[in-house]
DNA sequence: TTCAAACATGACTTTTGAGTCATGTATCCT
DNA sequence: AGGATACATGACTCAAAAGTCATGTTTGAA
């Protein structure tokens, strides 16, 4: 049945392996940092792919590769393949399953994290890994199966398929009632004159959450230039937290904040901004990794609940 | 990502391959007939995939191996992805792909090879494999992804899914003019005390539908000593055709038979025996090769019209 | 135009696993 | 009991592929 594979030699697993590390990372020296003999052996490799199957996986681009359709197709099969052996012998030692998460940073943080238990025990024990990314390459990495499951805007997704939806991102005010003069009402505080002379904290990851607030401000006429600009919104909230700075976050971020401390109201200028957040996933992988759909439901209702639920 | 595959060493294509083949055949021995060397290897072969996955692949049973559950399981996967790379290999070479069509030796004759050319065009121009097969072994091998196509009695299939209805199977008695007395009606000579006296012509293939005929003349109490006992019932059709002989044939056998020189009755013995034949297929094997729905239903639809259109 | 990054290649050595052969052991059949 | 069948194993040889190192080519950027 299959003799043309082996007859003449030429195809290994190593081989596939090497293509897909190349593949996956996106350029040689990425998928062997530091190791120029891995690199050229890679690339080795990969000719002698090319050779056995007669076509071209990868094609120069600038001083880096990328792929053919041949090479994103037999990628995404090897990736399969190594990971339905890489299934079976874990089943076979008894070992859990082992899914990937992707989400960007905040949503990780937030809703992903604090869930991870719970989707974990729903998975039959399975090891997760989480994968921050940019939402644009989120939808990208569901679809190649790099990533079983993604949280993300609906919007980001060209197909409505293989989708749950799970809460609506919208963006509040945070403000610690310390700094607030006595008197001041909601509608009064939520004005953008009001704003002003408040110290504000804001993410500066660089991400398109962070960015839009910034917009979003400068919209609203208030010359924004936040006290501290933190590595993550995280780092942010705890600074809230502590009543030493206002800050806008996503409504997902509320989860144990002290209401009676911080006056949180909605953040107008960024009513629109925010698309549902949705759990999406890859059928194919699903399926052959015998995910069913009342396991993927059951793992959108706790997400939901996470958001819902008091924190700790 | 899946290093631990590839960290110890022990997993090779040509070791999975080796351990498919003996799954597939059955046995060792018969996985490589008149070959000693490649038995020896082939029995190494499964000891190392053994160590590396830590687990049984094989039991002995009386002097021959049949497969644990983990064999079984490992088997099927290898098999999926040894047919995904031949895909993707004769893909790449701008080759069809091939397929695989199971049935029962009679079937195959007179529904299933009439059909081929169509069917073959309707997968894409693909190479179609068929392959003899009792119904029980069928279904399973349908199952197992061993078949991708198989066409056999409705009930030999366990679940009710990925079947398409084609024809009901229906027996005749045929018996040629020149064997029949002036002045016999239909109705006379569909009586079994008529048949008596008949040469008639049987398949002893041993298979199902053979033993059929002869169990249903006993019950009818003809004492059914066909004269000609042939290999096939196609070549007691035969001799239909020639006029010697009368003959027990499924309805499906008709195709370009002369209805002047030959009368056919209903056969009686035998109408509740014939379940309806349906188009069965395994769906993870479709999806993955890429059959669609469409693509099954237009195949159904031809082996359909290969019965009831005249025969060439 | 010069440099460094990213990949390619030639010329090896080393390791692994395929392939061969002789022989051993359990099981079935007669 | 005796022989044949089916598989297992030890002890090799040989080929293929992995791994190493030096060096070459192309390209983007300073």
């Known amino acids: 049945m299959f003799e043309k594979l082996f007859s003449k030699g030429g195809l290994t697993l190593e081989r596939l392996r090497g293509f897909m590390s190349m593949a996956e990372a996106g350029s040689i020296a990425r998928a062997a940092p530091d190791d120029a003999n891995r690199q050229s052996q890679i690339s080795r490799q990969i000719r002698e792919l090319e050779e056995f199957f007669d076509v071209e996986l990868t094609r120069r681009k600038g001083r880096t590769l990328s792929l053919s359709p041949a090479g994103a197709r037999l990628a995404s099969l090897i990736r399969e393949q190594l990971q339905d052996l890489e299934d079976f012998r874990r089943d076979q030692r008894g070992l859990p399953k082992s899914f990937t998460i992707g989400a960007g940073a905040s949503v990780l943080e937030w809703l992903v994290v604090p869930a991870l238990p719970r989707l974990a025990e729903l998975l039959g024990g399975a090891t997760l890994l989480i994968q921050p990314m940019r939402s644009r390459s989120l939808a990208e990495a569901v679809s190649e199966g790099r990533a079983d499951f993604a949280i993300l805007r609906r919007d980001a997704i060209p197909a409505a398929k293989s989708v749950l939806p799970l809460v609506k991102l919208g ?127 059951a793992m959108a209702r706790s997400l939901v609940l996470t958001v819902r639920e008091p924190g700790p």
């Open 171 to 297: 963006f509040v005010i945070c403000i610690p009632e310390r700094l607030i003069p006595q008197g001041v009402s909601d509608r009064q505080a939520s004005h953008p004159s009001f704003w002003r002379d408040l110290p504000f904290a804001a993410g500066r990851d660089g991400g398109q959450l962070d960015l839009a607030i910034r917009a979003a401000m400068a919209d609203a006429g208030v010359d924004y230039r936040p006290r501290f600009e933190c590595g993550s919104i995280l780092q942010a909230r705890q600074l809230v937290d502590m009543g030493e700075c206002a800050a806008v976050l996503p409504a997902l971020g509320l989860r144990g904040m002290d209401r009676k401390r911080i006056r949180v109201l909605p953040f107008a200028p960024m009513k629109g901004y925010g698309r549902g957040l949705v759990l999406h996933w890859n059928e194919r992988q699903t399926r052959r990794r015998a995910v069913d759909a009342s396991t993927i439901q």
